[in-house]
């Protein structure tokens, strides 16, 4: 068996010797956040990979994260201990079909979600994450925009901006897409006192049963701050782990066992030591496509 101590202790010493600081995304397991000097959603990760004075970035989470991170700090290095982890909705958009995208729209400003590869955020106007979507686009000021590569989060901004036309890419997170409102209302029947907390990655149908519609760092917020004593989360399970740190005692039901992503879930402590130890798993942007997306990633950083 592996002893979990013994390798946190084993990360610790070798990130010290690295000068290393490891960043673990919300949906990371619980004993690799555990493990991480800082857990957050992708904003707030960004945030502190433009400001960290360490020389190393380990970033437990997937490929676009990490690639955020190297274009927020072209300086440092940036490993991501499983090379593998990737996100299926960020493939949903190439930088080809991007530019596409903007050609069949002229004059149209392109808003990105933080999920997507650098070179797609290259050819972008400026970046979103879910937590700061709305006012990213509201920021604007414009009638219409295009909006890639989440078609969900697409419709959730324009249900809030309704002076604003959406034209949406046809990308999701299978993840979140999968989920019905049928599943949630299940739910809903067995815990008919938990308030009901959907992420904008969901469908619009699943998003109109839900109490509140909130990005993770939302959700740690809110459940630290609401009335209620249970809740049916509707996000990537890895999530429950900190909605029971921010809010101990409280009860967190997930709406569904199956909301787990794969990728997520492929960094594991050992390879975090191993990323360490080895420095292996390097993420690099090229000059140009790096230089080309900072702008749009420093304009998400600053908004919201
Ligand atoms: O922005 C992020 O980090 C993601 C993928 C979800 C969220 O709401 O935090
Ligand atoms: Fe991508 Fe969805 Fe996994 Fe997030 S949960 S990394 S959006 S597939």
Known sequence: MTDVYALHAEIARLAKERDAVILAHNYQRAEV????????????????????DASVIVFAGVHFMAETAKILSPGKTVLLPEPRAGCP??????AEQAVAFKAAHPGLPLVTYVNSSAAVKAV??????????????RSLGAERILFAPDRNLAAWVASQLPEVEVVAWDGYCPVHDMVTPAMVIEMTDIHPLAEVITHPECRPEVNALADAVLSTSGMLRHVAESDAD??????????????????????????????????????????????????????????????????????MVSVG
Do not use: W
């Not at 972008?124 to 686009?137: K, P, R």
């Not at 879930?265 to 900072?294: H, N, W």
């Open 230 to 299: 249970e809740f049916i989360v509707v996000t990537e399970g890895g999530l429950l782990h900190g909605l029971s740190k921010a809010a101990p005692g409280k009860r967190f039901y997930n709406v569904e066992p199956k909301m787990v992503c794969p990728n997520m879930k492929l960094t594991t402590l050992e390879k975090v030591r191993d990323t360490l130890r080895d420095m292996s798993g390097e993420v690099t942007v090229p000059a140009d496509v790096s230089a080309a997306a900072l702008t749009s990633v420093e304009r």
């Open 89 to 94: 909705m960020a493939d949903m958009i190439t």
């Open 33 to 52: 956040q555990d493990t991480a000097h800082h857990v957050g959603d992708s904003l707030g990760l960004s945030r502190i990979a433009a400001a960290t």
């Open 124 to 137: 972008t106007d400026i970046c979103c994450t879910s937590a700061n979507a709305v006012e990213v686009v």
